[in-house]
């Protein structure tokens, strides 16, 4: 057994040995309705046998989790967590602290399923992921946004595969997308200027209603794919199933940060996994909105922290002042009850939902 710097316990030799499926070809009819909806989704990508390998591993962090009290670089937890009911909403840096999900992040039928996307010859870098957890009855939402307003680059060849580990469905919070939104702005994600004026990580205009959003539900093994500026976002997990979804960013290679590089290095290196790197940003117009000022340094850890700071949310979730403090509660329109929100979704507080 190997140990991982996290202290999870698992076998590195289980990443390596594990069997890819065949290579998928994507059908040109659906490369043209991604470019034109903005999302879509590809069934059977892992394995049954990487499928489980990577459900373990979930529950390995879950109970992990147990050990901690606070958020840390690793785990965000969910409000309401504590050591003898572990609530886990997401693991940070997964690839960099698991084997296994860095094979993911490197994953040859993946990254070719990506590249099909992009178009021959633009290559395919990876640029982060994270692994949200949304646990039974509790899954906290991920309020709507754009990917690209928090690392706009010189052009939007940028997608994110939502890789689902257990059966994503309407229930348990699959990820929803609003069709066409990739080819409109870029919405508003930061406070009023009496609040700051600060990025926030959730659209803040207030005529945006997620009006014509789909959910798309994806098996265990499949994948969904989502353009950089298109709008989405993520329910409550309202069922007693576990939804983990490993979420990877991917860029084509001349597709440079406006924010600047952070890793030169890995830049051009490691990061890329199909095709050679090169110095030369290729530049398209594309509607941008810098994310700054940044979001202030205690609302920093994670998208849910930020988003705490949103005033009217489309999906609401419940406060808990061990998590977020006084300043934050007195901006929010949430309350510890039952609610419907502007989707039409019904969400009863804890104690009532133990109920039914």
């Known amino acids: 057994m190997a140990t991982t710097a996290t202290g999870v316990q698992a076998t590195a030799e289980l990443a390596e040995t594990l069997p890819y499926r065949d290579a998928i070809v994507v059908p040109p009819e659906q490369v043209a309705e991604y470019r034109a909806n903005g999302f879509t989704k590809v069934e059977g990508v892992l394995t049954r ?13 879950l109970q992990l989790s147990r050990t901690v009290t606070t958020h840390t670089e690793i785990f965000d937890l969910e409000p309401g967590h504590t050591p003898a009911e572990p609530k886990l909403r997401r693991v940070k840096n997964p690839g960099l602290n698991h084997p296994l999900f860095k094979r993911m992040v ?51 060849d940028i997608l994110a595969v939502g890789l689902a580990i257990d059966d994503t469905t309407i229930e348990n919070g699959a990820t929803q ?5 990739h080819l409109g702005p870029i919405l508003d994600h930061h406070l009023p200027k009496d609040r700051g004026g600060f990025f926030c990580g959730g659209v803040t205009d207030p005529s945006f209603t997620a009006e014509g959003a789909v959910s798309v539900p994806v098996r265990a093994g499949g994948i969904s794919l989502h353009a950089g500026r298109t709008l989405h976002g993520s329910p409550h997990n309202l069922s007693d199933r576990p939804r983990r979804i490993l979420f990877m960013q991917y860029t084509a290679l001349d597709a440079f940060p406006l924010l600047g590089i952070v890793d030169d290095e890995a830049f051009f290196t490691t990061d890329v996994i199909i095709g050679q790197a090169t110095n030369i940003p290729n530049i398209k117009s594309c509607p941008v909105r810098m994310p700054l000022p940044p979001v202030p340094k205690d609302r920093a850890g994670s998208i849910y922290a930020s988003q705490t700071l949103l005033e009217s949310p489309l999906f609401e979730w419940q406060l ?19 609610v419907t929100t502007r989707t039409g979704q019904t969400f009863l507080p804890p104690r009532e939902r133990a109920k039914v």
């Open 106 to 156: 490197y994953h040859p039928v993946i990254t070719a399923v990506v590249e099909q996307f992009f178009g021959p010859g633009r290559g395919v870098r990876a640029q982060g992921d994270k692994l949200n957890m949304k646990s039974p009855g509790v899954g906290s939402p991920v309020q709507w946004h754009q990917d690209w307003a928090f690392y706009p680059h010189t052009n939007d």
């Open 177 to 181: 997308f609003v069709p066409g939104s």
């Open 49 to 61: 046998e990487e499928v489980q390998a990577l459900q373990q591993v979930c529950d390995e962090f």
């Open 320 to 338: 808990d002042k061990d998590f977020i403090d006084a300043e934050s509660v007195k901006h929010s329109k949430h309350e510890n009850a039952s």
